[in-house]
């Protein structure tokens, strides 16, 4: 089925993103089954643990208000398409792994980024700038028309994925003199120092 998030907040969100894209189609995806599933936007205390850097992350942050400066987006560099939303007010919440079963075979998606890395380096014609376009439209097309349950495996979980974050003191660092969360700080010759300035003196880093 198609998505079901209103179009005007599809272009929002793809206004906040700058552009729209294959991985930001899957952002929008996954945040129409984290509303689908925990209601994640009228949750009280909603989560969304992501495993990737990827571009959907803006559509995460933009629709189900899960964000990095809230500290309820969680960022853990795994390199995997998977996103853990939860809810800590229920003990509820789900984990999904991007699979798409609409995905090209491996020749096609190679074809594809080289095709990309060229247009990327402007070193593509006008021809393969329309090809490359032209593929990534029906690659979103085919995100935003496909079921759910076509584009990610879902694992329910009852545990939250990380604690709540906590509010910590601060300690003035003894080398830049600026102040650093405490749960940063790294002890080096006896002296106080944030991980730059650390990284300045130990060379095993």
Do not use: W
Not at 64 to 89: E, P, Q, W
Not at 97 to 123: A, C, H, N, P, Y
Not at 133 to 156: H, P, W, Y
């Amino acid at each position: 089925m198609e998505c079901t998030i209103d179009q005007n907040l599809i272009d929002k969100t793809i206004e906040f993103h700058g552009h729209s894209c294959p991985g930001l189609a899957i952002g929008i995806r996954l945040s129409e089954l984290a509303m689908e599933r925990l209601d994640i936007t009228n949750c009280a205390s909603p989560l969304c643990v992501a495993e990737t850097d990827m571009c959907g992350l803006d559509a995460v942050q933009f629709i189900t208000d899960c964000t990095y400066g809230k500290g309820n987006l969680v960022h853990k560099d795994y390199g995997k398409s998977a996103f853990t939303f939860f809810d800590r007010t229920r003990d509820k919440g789900f984990r999904a792994v991007f699979i798409k079963k609409l995905q090209k075979s491996d020749q096609e998606r190679e074809q594809m980024l080289t095709l990309m890395e060229k247009v990327m380096k402007g070193e593509a014609s006008q021809e393969e700038n329309q090809r490359f376009q032209d593929q990534r439209a029906q690659s979103i097309q085919s995100i935003m028309d496909a079921d759910l349950d076509e584009l990610f495996t879902v694992e329910e979980i009852a545990k939250a994925p990380v604690r709540p974050a906590k509010i910590l003191a601060s300690i003035e660092c003894q080398a830049c003199n600026e102040m650093v969360m405490e749960s940063r700080i790294r002890r080096f010759a006896g002296k106080n120092l944030c991980i730059p300035c650390f990284m300045e003196h130990e060379q095993k880093i």
